[in-house]
Protein backbone atom coordinates (compact mmCIF):
# COMPACT_ATOMS: atom_id res chain seq x y z
CA UNK A 1 0.00 0.00 0.00
CA UNK A 2 1.59 3.44 -0.81
CA UNK A 3 2.53 5.73 1.78
CA UNK A 4 1.18 8.90 2.62
CA UNK A 5 2.68 12.23 1.08
CA UNK A 6 2.95 15.43 2.45
CA UNK A 7 4.05 19.32 1.46
CA UNK A 8 6.61 20.12 4.36
CA UNK A 9 8.24 23.14 2.62
CA UNK A 10 7.67 25.51 -0.54
CA UNK A 11 9.87 28.08 -1.27
CA UNK A 12 9.41 30.11 -4.98
CA UNK A 13 11.57 33.08 -6.53
CA UNK A 14 9.42 35.74 -8.46
CA UNK A 15 8.80 34.73 -11.73
CA UNK A 16 10.12 37.43 -14.09
CA UNK A 17 10.62 38.31 -17.83
CA UNK A 18 14.62 38.70 -17.25
CA UNK A 19 17.16 37.58 -14.79
CA UNK A 20 20.12 39.33 -16.34
CA UNK A 21 21.61 38.91 -12.96
CA UNK A 22 21.48 35.01 -11.32
CA UNK A 23 21.93 31.83 -13.73
CA UNK A 24 20.02 28.72 -13.73
CA UNK A 25 21.59 27.50 -10.52
CA UNK A 26 21.56 30.39 -8.70
CA UNK A 27 17.93 30.79 -8.89
CA UNK A 28 17.45 27.26 -8.31
CA UNK A 29 19.37 27.78 -4.75
CA UNK A 30 17.34 30.83 -4.02
CA UNK A 31 13.95 28.32 -4.50
CA UNK A 32 15.95 25.61 -2.60
CA UNK A 33 16.77 27.18 0.40
CA UNK A 34 13.61 29.38 0.63
CA UNK A 35 11.75 25.72 0.63
CA UNK A 36 13.81 24.11 3.13
CA UNK A 37 13.31 27.26 5.46
CA UNK A 38 9.77 26.84 5.12
CA UNK A 39 10.06 23.21 5.72
CA UNK A 40 12.44 23.47 8.98
CA UNK A 41 14.99 21.42 7.50
CA UNK A 42 18.75 21.34 6.28
CA UNK A 43 19.89 20.48 2.85
CA UNK A 44 22.29 17.64 4.41
CA UNK A 45 18.81 16.17 5.56
CA UNK A 46 17.67 15.56 1.97
CA UNK A 47 17.46 12.14 0.70
CA UNK A 48 16.58 12.49 -2.89
CA UNK A 49 16.21 15.53 -5.65
CA UNK A 50 14.11 15.52 -8.77
CA UNK A 51 14.68 18.41 -11.17
CA UNK A 52 11.87 19.67 -13.57
CA UNK A 53 13.87 21.65 -16.38
CA UNK A 54 12.11 21.43 -19.55
CA UNK A 55 14.86 22.61 -22.71
CA UNK A 56 18.21 22.28 -22.43
CA UNK A 57 18.51 25.17 -25.12
CA UNK A 58 16.90 27.95 -23.09
CA UNK A 59 19.59 27.40 -20.33
CA UNK A 60 22.33 26.82 -23.44
CA UNK A 61 23.48 23.78 -21.01
CA UNK A 62 22.56 19.80 -21.85
CA UNK A 63 22.28 18.33 -18.70
CA UNK A 64 21.88 21.64 -16.58
CA UNK A 65 20.38 19.38 -13.39
CA UNK A 66 23.55 18.25 -12.55
CA UNK A 67 25.16 21.22 -12.39
CA UNK A 68 21.99 22.18 -9.98
CA UNK A 69 22.52 19.42 -7.82
CA UNK A 70 26.35 20.08 -7.58
CA UNK A 71 25.52 24.11 -6.86
CA UNK A 72 22.95 22.87 -3.94
CA UNK A 73 25.36 21.52 -2.34
CA UNK A 74 23.99 17.60 -2.45
CA UNK A 75 26.59 15.88 -4.49
CA UNK A 76 26.65 11.97 -3.99
CA UNK A 77 22.98 11.86 -3.56
CA UNK A 78 20.62 10.45 -5.93
CA UNK A 79 18.96 12.57 -8.36
CA UNK A 80 16.75 12.39 -11.32
CA UNK A 81 15.19 14.89 -13.89
CA UNK A 82 12.39 14.90 -16.14
CA UNK A 83 11.09 17.09 -18.49
CA UNK A 84 7.68 17.06 -20.53
CA UNK A 85 7.22 20.11 -21.64
CA UNK A 86 5.09 22.67 -20.09
CA UNK A 87 3.60 19.53 -17.93
CA UNK A 88 7.09 18.98 -16.38
CA UNK A 89 7.31 20.57 -13.16
CA UNK A 90 4.34 18.79 -12.78
CA UNK A 91 5.79 15.31 -13.89
CA UNK A 92 8.80 16.22 -11.31
CA UNK A 93 6.30 16.59 -8.63
CA UNK A 94 4.76 13.08 -9.57
CA UNK A 95 8.04 11.38 -9.65
CA UNK A 96 9.07 12.81 -6.23
CA UNK A 97 5.50 11.99 -4.91
CA UNK A 98 6.37 8.08 -6.27
CA UNK A 99 9.94 8.18 -4.90
CA UNK A 100 8.27 8.88 -0.85
CA UNK A 101 5.04 6.83 -1.80
CA UNK A 102 6.81 3.73 -2.82
CA UNK A 103 8.93 3.98 0.81
CA UNK A 104 12.29 4.51 -1.18
CA UNK A 105 12.96 7.87 0.79
CA UNK A 106 11.67 9.71 3.38
CA UNK A 107 12.64 13.42 2.54
CA UNK A 108 12.65 14.29 -1.49
CA UNK A 109 13.25 17.84 -2.60
CA UNK A 110 11.00 18.49 -6.00
CA UNK A 111 12.84 21.50 -7.77
CA UNK A 112 11.97 23.34 -10.86
CA UNK A 113 13.78 26.38 -12.57
CA UNK A 114 13.97 27.76 -16.17
CA UNK A 115 16.02 29.93 -17.62
CA UNK A 116 14.50 30.91 -21.19
CA UNK A 117 15.94 34.19 -22.31
CA UNK A 118 19.21 33.18 -22.45
CA UNK A 119 18.28 31.91 -25.47
CA UNK A 120 19.30 35.34 -26.90
CA UNK A 121 19.35 36.31 -30.62
CA UNK A 122 21.89 39.15 -31.08
CA UNK A 123 21.26 39.98 -34.40
CA UNK A 124 17.18 40.61 -33.64
CA UNK A 125 18.25 41.40 -30.35
CA UNK A 126 15.44 39.43 -29.09
CA UNK A 127 15.33 36.15 -27.21
CA UNK A 128 11.55 35.13 -29.21
CA UNK A 129 13.21 33.56 -32.43
CA UNK A 130 15.68 30.94 -30.32
CA UNK A 131 12.95 30.72 -27.58
CA UNK A 132 10.33 29.15 -30.40
CA UNK A 133 12.69 27.28 -32.23
CA UNK A 134 13.76 25.61 -29.03
CA UNK A 135 10.21 24.14 -28.03
CA UNK A 136 9.41 23.71 -32.04
CA UNK A 137 11.80 20.64 -31.59
CA UNK A 138 9.48 19.08 -29.25
CA UNK A 139 6.93 18.50 -32.33
CA UNK A 140 7.54 15.16 -34.88
CA UNK A 141 10.51 17.04 -36.85
CA UNK A 142 9.48 14.49 -40.07
CA UNK A 143 5.77 15.08 -40.34
CA UNK A 144 4.47 17.37 -38.33
CA UNK A 145 6.30 20.33 -37.56
CA UNK A 146 6.71 21.05 -40.84
CA UNK A 147 3.18 21.34 -41.44
CA UNK A 148 3.27 24.33 -38.75
CA UNK A 149 2.55 22.36 -35.38
CA UNK A 150 4.04 25.74 -33.45
CA UNK A 151 3.57 25.79 -29.69
CA UNK A 152 0.80 28.30 -30.04
CA UNK A 153 -0.74 25.63 -32.81
CA UNK A 154 -0.91 22.86 -30.22
CA UNK A 155 -3.48 24.77 -28.17
CA UNK A 156 -5.22 26.82 -31.38
CA UNK A 157 -6.29 23.33 -33.04
CA UNK A 158 -7.62 21.57 -30.11
CA UNK A 159 -9.65 25.16 -29.60
CA UNK A 160 -10.68 25.88 -32.81
CA UNK A 161 -12.01 22.42 -32.90
CA UNK A 162 -13.85 22.74 -29.96
CA UNK A 163 -15.50 25.93 -31.50
CA UNK A 164 -16.55 24.09 -34.34
CA UNK A 165 -18.29 20.98 -32.29
CA UNK A 166 -19.71 23.20 -29.65
CA UNK A 167 -19.70 26.82 -31.05
CA UNK A 168 -17.47 27.71 -27.90
CA UNK A 169 -14.78 29.16 -26.26
CA UNK A 170 -15.89 32.71 -27.75
CA UNK A 171 -13.35 34.69 -28.36
CA UNK A 172 -15.32 37.21 -25.21
CA UNK A 173 -15.13 34.06 -22.98
CA UNK A 174 -11.37 34.26 -23.63
CA UNK A 175 -10.82 37.27 -22.57
CA UNK A 176 -12.80 36.96 -19.24
CA UNK A 177 -10.48 34.16 -18.31
CA UNK A 178 -7.38 36.57 -19.29
CA UNK A 179 -8.85 39.45 -17.09
CA UNK A 180 -9.28 37.70 -14.61
CA UNK A 181 -5.86 35.80 -13.92
CA UNK A 182 -4.55 38.82 -14.58
CA UNK A 183 -6.73 40.98 -11.65
CA UNK A 184 -6.00 37.74 -9.66
CA UNK A 185 -2.11 38.37 -9.65
CA UNK A 186 -2.24 41.57 -8.10
CA UNK A 187 -2.46 39.63 -4.99
CA UNK A 188 0.57 37.44 -5.67
CA UNK A 189 3.98 39.04 -5.08
CA UNK A 190 5.87 36.41 -7.03
CA UNK A 191 3.71 36.75 -10.41
CA UNK A 192 5.63 38.37 -13.69
CA UNK A 193 2.35 40.31 -14.79
CA UNK A 194 -0.55 41.30 -12.73
CA UNK A 195 -2.51 43.85 -15.20
CA UNK A 196 -6.01 45.83 -15.27
CA UNK A 197 -7.42 45.22 -18.18
CA UNK A 198 -10.66 44.94 -19.65
CA UNK A 199 -12.33 42.75 -22.03
CA UNK A 200 -11.87 44.90 -24.78
CA UNK A 201 -8.26 45.29 -24.29
CA UNK A 202 -8.02 41.50 -24.58
CA UNK A 203 -10.39 41.84 -27.84
CA UNK A 204 -8.08 44.69 -29.32
CA UNK A 205 -4.58 43.61 -28.71
CA UNK A 206 -3.23 42.29 -31.32
CA UNK A 207 -3.71 38.19 -32.89
CA UNK A 208 -0.85 36.39 -32.70
CA UNK A 209 -2.21 33.09 -33.87
CA UNK A 210 -5.75 32.76 -34.61
CA UNK A 211 -8.04 32.31 -32.59
CA UNK A 212 -5.13 33.89 -29.61
CA UNK A 213 -4.70 37.17 -29.47
CA UNK A 214 -1.60 38.68 -27.45
CA UNK A 215 -3.36 38.78 -23.93
CA UNK A 216 -5.11 35.07 -24.57
CA UNK A 217 -1.39 33.79 -24.15
CA UNK A 218 0.98 33.40 -21.47
CA UNK A 219 4.19 35.01 -21.59
CA UNK A 220 8.20 33.48 -21.44
CA UNK A 221 9.01 33.50 -18.00
CA UNK A 222 12.39 32.75 -16.12
CA UNK A 223 11.83 31.68 -12.25
CA UNK A 224 12.60 28.50 -10.12
CA UNK A 225 10.19 26.99 -7.81
CA UNK A 226 10.50 24.39 -4.96
CA UNK A 227 9.06 21.54 -2.47
CA UNK A 228 10.03 19.65 -0.04
CA UNK A 229 8.34 15.98 -0.14
CA UNK A 230 8.47 13.86 2.78
CA UNK A 231 6.45 10.98 4.62
CA UNK A 232 4.02 10.72 7.03
CA UNK A 233 6.64 10.07 9.43
CA UNK A 234 8.88 13.06 8.89
CA UNK A 235 5.43 15.06 8.79
CA UNK A 236 4.40 14.14 12.32
CA UNK A 237 7.57 15.43 13.72
CA UNK A 238 7.30 18.86 12.03
CA UNK A 239 4.28 19.39 14.57
CA UNK A 240 2.44 22.65 12.31
CA UNK A 241 -0.18 22.40 9.36
CA UNK A 242 0.82 20.29 6.25
CA UNK A 243 -0.39 20.01 2.42
CA UNK A 244 -1.56 15.86 2.25
CA UNK A 245 -1.08 14.88 -1.82
CA UNK A 246 -4.15 13.32 -1.33
CA UNK A 247 -4.40 12.12 -5.43
CA UNK A 248 -2.30 11.78 -8.42
CA UNK A 249 -2.91 11.06 -12.11
CA UNK A 250 -1.02 10.77 -14.99
CA UNK A 251 -2.03 10.67 -18.88
CA UNK A 252 -0.23 10.74 -22.45
CA UNK A 253 -2.32 11.36 -25.08
CA UNK A 254 -1.21 9.99 -28.86
CA UNK A 255 1.96 12.70 -30.03
CA UNK A 256 0.92 12.02 -33.66
CA UNK A 257 -2.04 14.20 -33.64
CA UNK A 258 -3.87 12.25 -36.15
CA UNK A 259 -4.08 9.11 -33.96
CA UNK A 260 -6.22 11.10 -31.36
CA UNK A 261 -9.99 10.22 -31.66
CA UNK A 262 -11.99 14.09 -31.25
CA UNK A 263 -9.68 16.62 -31.12
CA UNK A 264 -11.89 18.98 -29.41
CA UNK A 265 -11.06 17.68 -25.69
CA UNK A 266 -7.79 17.30 -23.55
CA UNK A 267 -7.56 13.39 -23.77
CA UNK A 268 -4.47 13.31 -21.22
CA UNK A 269 -6.42 15.89 -18.77
CA UNK A 270 -9.84 13.59 -19.29
CA UNK A 271 -7.45 10.47 -18.58
CA UNK A 272 -5.32 12.11 -15.61
CA UNK A 273 -8.51 13.61 -14.20
CA UNK A 274 -10.46 10.20 -14.14
CA UNK A 275 -7.36 8.89 -11.99
CA UNK A 276 -6.75 11.74 -9.49
CA UNK A 277 -10.45 11.66 -8.69
CA UNK A 278 -10.51 7.99 -7.95
CA UNK A 279 -7.65 7.73 -6.13
CA UNK A 280 -8.50 10.79 -4.01
CA UNK A 281 -12.16 9.47 -3.58
CA UNK A 282 -14.15 12.37 -5.58
CA UNK A 283 -17.12 11.67 -7.10
CA UNK A 284 -18.72 15.41 -7.83
CA UNK A 285 -15.70 17.70 -7.97
CA UNK A 286 -17.52 20.98 -8.63
CA UNK A 287 -18.92 20.33 -5.04
CA UNK A 288 -15.90 18.98 -3.54
CA UNK A 289 -13.44 21.33 -4.63
CA UNK A 290 -12.76 24.62 -3.16
CA UNK A 291 -10.35 25.80 -6.07
CA UNK A 292 -8.27 24.96 -8.64
CA UNK A 293 -5.10 25.66 -10.47
CA UNK A 294 -5.09 25.24 -14.32
CA UNK A 295 -2.63 24.97 -16.70
CA UNK A 296 -3.92 28.43 -18.64
CA UNK A 297 -0.91 28.41 -21.25
CA UNK A 298 -3.77 30.03 -22.92
CA UNK A 299 -7.20 31.17 -22.16
CA UNK A 300 -8.98 28.41 -24.34
CA UNK A 301 -6.64 25.81 -22.21
CA UNK A 302 -8.17 26.81 -19.00
CA UNK A 303 -11.72 26.55 -20.29
CA UNK A 304 -11.99 23.36 -21.89
CA UNK A 305 -9.93 21.86 -18.92
CA UNK A 306 -12.90 23.05 -16.32
CA UNK A 307 -14.68 20.32 -19.09
CA UNK A 308 -11.89 17.97 -18.58
CA UNK A 309 -11.70 17.95 -15.55
CA UNK A 310 -15.66 17.39 -14.80
CA UNK A 311 -16.63 20.86 -13.69
CA UNK A 312 -18.86 21.19 -16.88
CA UNK A 313 -20.03 18.98 -19.01
CA UNK A 314 -18.56 18.90 -22.21
CA UNK A 315 -19.49 22.14 -24.35
CA UNK A 316 -20.33 23.96 -21.16
CA UNK A 317 -17.26 25.39 -20.49
CA UNK A 318 -17.39 28.53 -21.24
CA UNK A 319 -20.30 29.38 -19.21
CA UNK A 320 -18.42 29.13 -16.30
CA UNK A 321 -16.33 32.19 -16.91
CA UNK A 322 -19.94 33.93 -17.91
CA UNK A 323 -21.48 33.34 -14.76
CA UNK A 324 -18.72 34.04 -12.53
CA UNK A 325 -18.15 30.53 -11.29
CA UNK A 326 -14.38 30.62 -11.36
CA UNK A 327 -13.69 33.90 -10.30
CA UNK A 328 -12.30 34.86 -6.43
CA UNK A 329 -15.70 35.63 -5.62
CA UNK A 330 -17.36 32.44 -7.67
CA UNK A 331 -18.20 29.22 -6.22
CA UNK A 332 -15.02 27.39 -7.56
CA UNK A 333 -12.07 29.61 -8.01
CA UNK A 334 -9.76 29.04 -10.87
CA UNK A 335 -6.25 30.16 -10.42
CA UNK A 336 -5.61 32.30 -7.42
CA UNK A 337 -2.27 32.58 -8.04
CA UNK A 338 -2.65 34.42 -11.54
CA UNK A 339 -2.31 31.06 -13.08
CA UNK A 340 0.55 30.86 -15.69
CA UNK A 341 -1.38 34.34 -17.71
CA UNK A 342 -0.93 36.01 -14.73
CA UNK A 343 2.07 34.86 -12.39
CA UNK A 344 3.58 33.44 -15.51
CA UNK A 345 5.51 30.07 -17.06
CA UNK A 346 8.58 29.35 -16.03
CA UNK A 347 8.26 26.60 -17.92
CA UNK A 348 9.73 23.56 -15.67
CA UNK A 349 9.06 25.80 -12.58
CA UNK A 350 5.52 26.12 -13.00
CA UNK A 351 4.30 23.22 -12.43
CA UNK A 352 6.05 23.17 -8.86
CA UNK A 353 4.81 26.79 -8.16
CA UNK A 354 1.12 25.56 -8.61
CA UNK A 355 1.88 22.64 -6.05
CA UNK A 356 2.89 25.13 -4.16
CA UNK A 357 0.10 27.85 -4.31
CA UNK A 358 -2.49 24.77 -3.75
CA UNK A 359 -0.16 23.73 -0.49
CA UNK A 360 -0.50 27.96 0.99
CA UNK A 361 -4.31 27.22 0.14
CA UNK A 362 -5.10 24.37 1.97
CA UNK A 363 -2.68 25.28 5.09
CA UNK A 364 -4.18 28.80 4.86
CA UNK A 365 -0.87 30.60 4.56
CA UNK A 366 -2.12 32.02 0.67
CA UNK A 367 -2.10 35.93 1.93
CA UNK A 368 -4.47 37.95 0.22
CA UNK A 369 -4.87 35.55 -2.53
CA UNK A 370 -6.50 33.51 0.42
CA UNK A 371 -9.43 31.56 -0.74
CA UNK A 372 -11.78 31.34 2.40
CA UNK A 373 -11.87 28.26 3.93
CA UNK A 374 -9.80 26.11 1.67
CA UNK A 375 -9.90 22.76 2.25
CA UNK A 376 -9.14 20.76 -1.29
CA UNK A 377 -7.90 21.72 -4.38
CA UNK A 378 -6.73 20.64 -7.85
CA UNK A 379 -4.08 21.33 -9.61
CA UNK A 380 -3.11 20.44 -13.62
CA UNK A 381 0.25 20.90 -15.46
CA UNK A 382 -0.11 19.81 -19.23
CA UNK A 383 2.37 20.25 -22.56
CA UNK A 384 4.58 18.58 -24.66
CA UNK A 385 3.59 18.45 -28.48
CA UNK A 386 -0.69 19.25 -28.72
CA UNK A 387 -0.43 19.05 -24.87
CA UNK A 388 0.17 15.41 -24.83
CA UNK A 389 0.87 14.89 -21.16
CA UNK A 390 -0.82 16.07 -18.54
CA UNK A 391 -0.23 15.35 -14.67
CA UNK A 392 -2.78 16.06 -12.12
CA UNK A 393 -3.20 16.41 -7.98
CA UNK A 394 -5.60 16.55 -5.19
CA UNK A 395 -3.84 18.58 -2.67
CA UNK A 396 -5.98 18.86 0.94
CA UNK A 397 -4.86 19.81 4.44
CA UNK A 398 -5.04 18.26 7.91
Not at 59 to 71: A, E, I, L, S, T
Request: aromatic content about 10%; some cysteine.
Amino acid sequence: MARRVAILGYGTTPFRARWIDKSYYELAFDAAKAALKDAGLSHDQIESAVYGIYNDLFQRQFMPDVYVHDYLGLGLKPSLRVTTGGATGGAAVHTGFAQIASGLYDIVLVLGVEKCSDAFNPELKSSTPEVLKGIIYSADMTFEAPLGLTPAASYALPTVAHMEKYGSPTELQMAKVSVKNHKNAFKNPFAQRPERITVEDVLRSKKICHPFKFYDNCLYSEGASALVLVSEKIAKKAKRPVAWITGVGASTDMAFTGNRPDYAEFGSSIAAGKAVYKMAKIRNPRKELDFAELHDAFTSAEILSYEAFGFCKPGEGGTLIDDGVTEMEGDLPVNPSGGLIGCGHAVGATGVMQMGEAALQVTHRAGKRQVKGAKRGLVQGIGGPATSWTFAFIVEGE
